[in-house]
């Protein structure tokens, strides 16, 4: 069975941090591409950050020096930190899983998704 689930969310001001966890079963976190995704209200869904097989990370320009995603292979895990946090960061954040080869921003190819949390700049 195959699942995503997101965790850590929350409020905070502008210029604070967050971290959000996805906690992946039916996986191989290290063979899977691992991606963080967020929609805004009245946005499509955009990719922030993934991880390849290779282990390389990417990051889309909005978030880019300031989002850090890890990955905990043992744990199962891939976190996001968010540092100064500004209010256009505002979103649900998901956590998605992609099997394949291609390069970890190829944001079309994900197809197994968390539920969801949502965080709140102010």
């Known amino acids: 069975h195959v699942q995503l689930v997101e965790s850590g969310g929350g409020s905070v001001q502008a210029g604070g941090s967050l971290r959000l966890s996805c906690a992946a079963s039916g996986y191989t976190v290290s063979s899977t591409r691992m991606g963080w995704f967020r929609q805004a209200p009245g946005k499509e869904r955009e990719g922030v950050a993934c991880?390849?097989?290779?282990?390389?990370?990417m990051y889309s320009d909005s978030v880019k020096g300031r989002f850090t995603l890890s990955q905990d292979n043992n744990k199962k895990t891939v976190s996001l930190q968010m540092n100064s946090l500004k209010p256009e960061d505002t979103a649900v954040y998901y956590c998605?899983?992609?099997?394949?080869?291609?390069?970890?921003?190829?944001?079309?190819?994900?197809?197994?998704w968390g539920q969801g949390t949502q965080v709140t700049v102010s």
């Open positions: 998605a899983a992609a099997p394949g080869i291609d390069q970890c921003n190829s944001w079309y190819t994900y197809s197994d």
């Open positions: 991880i390849g097989r290779d282990g390389i990370t």
